[in-house]
């Protein structure tokens, strides 16, 4: 039986990145092992999304500003990394006093499944944000050890993993957002909008502890008994 339609054409495969963007820019690949399948979940979620964000502040917005103004949006970014940073590293050692008041190691814990990673490094940012997943898996690892061996309940180990998990994910997600404003501000050629729309965006994060109310207690129920998730508003 004759038909009219027309065949179908095939369909146009995308071009190569190198094809999409000619231009030749410095990379490097930094390969790490994730112990943690959280840390894991938030390298594959958040790590590119972060690169890609950091890399077009370092380099994109500079074809449409001035460098002082893209400084200054990337100093919003700068004190975002480092207040995370800062409040993981707290975290790690309230874990740590915990685990000492308790007569803990932080040793024979392993993963079943450690996963080997390839960050690829575009820009100096990139490599802080990949330090941040780095320490994330090393605190997962504590809070691991004295989950397991019955220092922290149930229900404020699940609550910290998946606060300090959100936290780096709207890291990512939050420098992504603001990437995109401050370039199309910039586009537009309205320059002070460009750092009146980062500052703007320097959104409030809580900080998750599980362990805060529990510092100097001496004994494992007293640390233990009435401690609640802690919700801390800080800026981020």
């Not at 922290?152 to 910290?160: A, E, K, L, N, T």
């Not at 002070?192 to 510092?215: F, G, H, L, Q, R």
Request: aromatic share 6%; proline share 5%.
């Amino acid at each position: 039986m004759a038909t009219n339609a027309r065949p179908r054409k095939a369909p146009i495969a995308p071009a190569p990145s190198n094809e999409r963007d000619p231009n030749s820019r410095p990379f490097f690949t930094q390969k790490v092992k994730l112990q943690s399948l959280h840390a894991q979940q938030v390298f594959d979620r958040g790590f590119e999304i972060c690169a890609d964000a950091v890399f077009s502040l370092t380099v994109v917005l500079r074809i449409y500003t001035v460098d002082a103004q893209a400084r200054e949006v990337e100093g919003v970014v700068d004190e975002r990394i480092t207040k995370l940073f800062d409040d993981m590293r707290a975290e790690v050692t309230r874990l740590e006093r915990l685990a000492e008041a308790n007569g803990i190691e932080f040793v024979g814990v392993t993963y079943s499944h450690p996963k080997d990673v390839s960050a690829i490094i575009t820009s100096p940012r990139a490599v802080r944000y990949l330090g941040i997943i780095r320490e994330f898996d090393d605190m997962t690892g504590k809070l691991d050890t004295l989950w397991l061996s019955g220092v922290i309940p149930d229900g404020i180990y699940s609550s910290s993993i998946y606060d300090w998990k959100r936290r780096l994910l709207r890291l990512s997600g939050g420098i992504r957002g603001l990437a995109v404003r401050a370039i199309s501000a910039a586009k537009r050629k309205k320059g002070a909008d460009i750092v009146a729309e980062a500052k703007a965006e320097s959104v409030k994060e809580p900080v998750a502890t599980a362990t805060a109310a529990a510092d100097d207690a001496p004994a494992i129920v007293a640390q233990i008994a009435g401690i609640e998730p802690e919700v801390e508003v800080v800026a981020a």
